[in-house]
């Protein structure tokens, strides 16, 4: 059994701890990024993700938005603090892929396909989770590290007029990567009896 793939998927972690001292060219890193979301599945091939890499100043700008918004959705400045302590911990990072449904798209295919109307927005939704995995797998086989954030719907409006995003691009998640500064603890599992069948 070829098992390359299997010990890539071990590779990739949650990683907190994220730097700038990556060695990849950014052109690498755009290609490593466009390439795992085109190539990543969707139902009837709709193709309803977006993603746009942040880098500089507008990933530093992004983290901003993010640490500005929560300060009026925390209870008190000690909550805050440690929120922001966070944020500085993404924005340590060496850059941000954002990643959109366009909903435009979903529309279309609810309308073409009325049959599984009800299917095609969670659809577009296990098609955005598939690529984002796909990312940051390719990122972990290239020994970059990743997170995964949800600071929409909060950020939408003003990450929307930052980065020049279309109306019909549904943010769905922020991804910080950059250099592993600290690895991932050992994670825990579900007992595999609780987990799968194997029947015949
Ligand atoms: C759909 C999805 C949503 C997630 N949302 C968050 C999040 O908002 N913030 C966060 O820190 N981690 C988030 N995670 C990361 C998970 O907590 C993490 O993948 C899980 O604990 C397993 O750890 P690992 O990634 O190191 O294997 C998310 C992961 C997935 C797949």
């Known amino acids: 059994m070829n098992t390359r793939y299997l010990d890539i998927l071990k590779e990739r972690r949650s990683i907190y701890n994220l ?19 085109r190539e990543s599945p969707t139902s009837f091939n709709a193709q309803t993700t977006r993603a746009v890499i942040l880098y500089g100043e507008k990933h530093d700008q992004l ?7 929560l300060k009026s959705e925390v209870p008190n400045e000690q909550v805050y603090a440690n929120t922001k302590q966070k944020v500085a911990s993404f924005k340590a990072a060496y850059g941000t892929i954002l990643y ?24 577009a939704e296990q098609g955005i989770g598939g ?15 990743a997170n995964l954030q949800h600071y929409n719907p909060l950020i939408d409006g003003e990450v929307r007029l930052a980065f020049d995003i279309p109306m019909d691009w549904e943010l769905r998640g922020q991804m910080p990567f950059g250099s592993i500064e600290k ?18």
């Open 63 to 69: 983290w901003d938005i993010v640490a500005n918004r």
């Open 19 to 37: 730097g700038k001292n990556v060695t990849l060219p950014e052109s690498d890193i755009n290609q490593l990024v466009e390439t795992a979301v």
């Open 100 to 123: 959109f449904t366009d909903l435009s798209v979903v529309a279309d295919y609810e309308k073409q396909v009325p049959l599984y109307a009800v299917n095609i927005a969670p659809w």
């Open 183 to 200: 690895a991932a603890a050992a994670k825990t599992y579900v007992a595999d009896s609780d987990r799968f069948k194997v029947l015949k």
């Open 131 to 145: 690529a984002q995995q796909n990312v940051w797998t390719a990122l972990a086989d290239n020994h970059i590290g």
